[in-house]
């Protein structure tokens, strides 16, 4: 594991890859790793391939290959064709993908509290190498979708204190939803 975390010490930047037709900007580019969040059984080997000659890391989110399994086999053949590691929602896949010796990278979707409660627990019993938390920023994306749509954004999720509450404000949100009780007056 010395190499990933060298590779992402010497640049935190990791390029992902959603279709084939943006891994040649990938491999032009200083970052390291690489997430290859696409492809199919018959042409992930070529990828994988084209990303080790330029000695770039690459770890492979195993739901999104089509007609790849999501299990054992699957890992097993990753591993075989070069694969460094691999990234999945499913936590019943990190012990396995860490028996292969690769690196293992949990993917959590940070919908509300429970999701992180659940995701918090979740990491710590499986263990994962590393935890990708989506959305990584929530400010962006409603900054985003306020520039793209003309409809009140409601921003929620996740809100535990005034703060989140004037970041969300103040990025675009119309409003906030939070669970949180003490927040219900402020």
């Keep these: ?15 992902a890859i959603r279709n084939i037709e943006m891994l040649d900007a990938a491999l032009d580019s200083s970052a390291n790793v690489i997430f290859l969040l696409c492809g199919s059984i018959l ?16 770890c492979v989110h195993i739901e ?10 699957a890992i097993e053949y990753l591993k075989k064709i070069g694969v460094d590691g691999i990234i999945t929602t499913k936590p019943n896949l990190i012990k396995d993908i860490k028996s292969h010796e690769m690196i293992a990278i949990q993917r959590l979707f ?13 990491v710590l019993d499986e263990k994962p190498y ?8 929530a400010s962006k994306v409603i900054k985003r979708m306020k520039k793209k ?5 409601i921003a929620g999720g996740l809100i535990n204190d005034k703060e989140d509450i004037i970041d969300a404000l103040s990025c675009g949100a119309s409003a906030v939803s939070t669970s949180n009780p003490l927040l219900w007056n402020e």
């Design 149 to 153: 749509i003309n409809i009140p954004i």
């Design 64 to 73: 999104f290959v089509e007609g790849l399994g999501r299990d054992s086999a």
């Design 130 to 137: 590393a935890v990708e938390i989506m959305p990584g920023v």
């Design 1 to 15: 594991m010395n190499r990933i975390n060298e590779s992402i010490e010497d640049n935190p930047i990791i390029a």
């Design 110 to 122: 940070m919908l509300d509290s429970r999701s992180l409660e659940m995701g918090i627990k979740s």
């Design 43 to 58: 042409n992930i080997d070529e990828q994988i391939r084209r990303i080790k000659v330029k000695g770039k890391l690459v």
